[in-house]
């Protein structure tokens, strides 16, 4: 009798423990390793420019125990998807709300985790050469109704305006052809799209040739480390509010860039935030400075220093200077995992 029911106990244990690691649950307690025995699969869209925070997430996963895979490449609208059906577990590079539709698309809060703030003042919209600016009294996006004054930013000689615009598929691209109509734009204006880099590298040789130029960045990112804002270009309002989601996009300073102010956040699998107490502290508290990650961008640019390993080197030096801050991460998700 003895033995039945301590074959029973073991088998009930056995049963538990697989089904804690099919969730992806830790399989045993550890204080400073509550991640241990869990598999970990980062996702982001293939932008030099957010290895920096993702791999800053990593890292604090790896440090809390969790096996942490090579990040898996693909665009947003698929990872969100993706990270619902639990083929990866998180993504660090969530824009709230420019990316709300995808978010909802994939299964929102019923299958998505989003919470804290990770990275905030995430500033996007449409920008000019200051020269040009000054001299023609451009300020608004409107103004480029005028076919004269479109021509001025005419890259190719077909009498419309070139804008640098962003790469299909991403939350941008939506917002820029809404506007596009809104503003009545597309007699006299061209959104050129395809792979950001190659288009605004296009456009950064022109401004260096005094061209006109005309284009769409976001912060943080390398760009307006190299095109000042307010020293070399100029950012455009927009003559009204006009955004696909209904949303009224003017600053309390009364400004209008026909964007809204965005704050970049981690998504993760529901199911596995719910088993990993650890990792949803984590996901909630971590917070990084949009200065500092358009200090790192600017770095990867001006020292030819993009790519993964470079931004790995990055992170680990950020990580250093604000170990402090740091640990308060993990020492905050281990204490949710007692």
């Not at 990316?99 to 995430?122: N, P, V, W």
């Not at 076919?147 to 305006?161: H, M, Q, R, T, V």
């Not at 696909?244 to 809204?260: A, I, Q, W």
């Not at 990792?279 to 990650?293: G, Q, R, T």
Request: charged share 25%.
């Amino acid at each position: 009798m003895k033995l039945s029911q301590t074959f029973k106990k073991w088998v009930a244990a056995t049963t538990f423990v697989a089904s804690a690691l099919a969730l992806g649950a830790p399989a045993m307690a550890d204080a400073n390793l509550p991640g241990k025995g869990v598999t970990v699969q980062p996702g982001q869209d293939n932008v030099d420019g957010e290895n920096f925070q993702t791999i800053i997430v990593m890292k604090a996963l790896k440090e809390l125990g969790y096996d942490v895979k090579d990040v898996q490449n693909a665009k947003y609208p698929a990872l969100h998807i993706s990270i619902a059906d639990g083929g990866v577990t998180f993504m660090a590079d969530h824009w709230n709300p420019l990316h709300q539709a995808f978010f909802e698309k994939a299964g929102g809060d019923e299958k998505l985790s989003r919470t804290g703030a990770y990275i905030e003042g995430c500033a996007q919209g449409y920008l000019i050469d200051k020269k040009t600016a000054e001299k023609y009294n451009i300020t608004n996006v409107g103004q480029l109704q005028d076919p004269e004054i479109a021509k001025l930013f005419d890259a190719n000689d077909d009498g419309k305006a070139d804008l640098a615009g962003c790469v299909p598929g991403w939350g941008c691209e939506r917002v820029i052809e809404h506007h596009m109509g809104a503003y009545k734009l597309k007699d006299t204006v061209t959104h050129n799209q395809g792979e950001y880099s190659a288009i605004i590298a296009e456009t950064i040789t022109r401004y260096k040739e005094g061209k006109p130029v005309l284009y769409y960045t976001w912060t943080p990112y390398w760009v307006s480390g190299v095109l000042v804002p307010g020293k070399d270009v100029v950012w455009l309002e927009v003559p009204h509010s006009a955004h696909p989601n209904g949303v009224d996009t003017k600053l309390p300073n009364g400004k209008n860039y026909g964007f809204e102010v965005n704050t970049q956040m981690v998504v993760a699998n529901k199911e596995f935030v719910k088993n990993n107490p650890a990792a949803a502290k984590l996901f909630e508290v971590i917070k990084v400075s949009v200065n500092d990650v358009s200090a790192q961008n600017l770095k990867m640019k001006e020292k030819g220093e993009g790519g993964w390993e470079a931004a790995e080197r990055h992170a680990d030096a950020w990580i250093a200077a604000n170990r402090d801050k740091f640990d308060g991460w993990l020492n905050a998700a281990r204490e949710a995992a007692k």
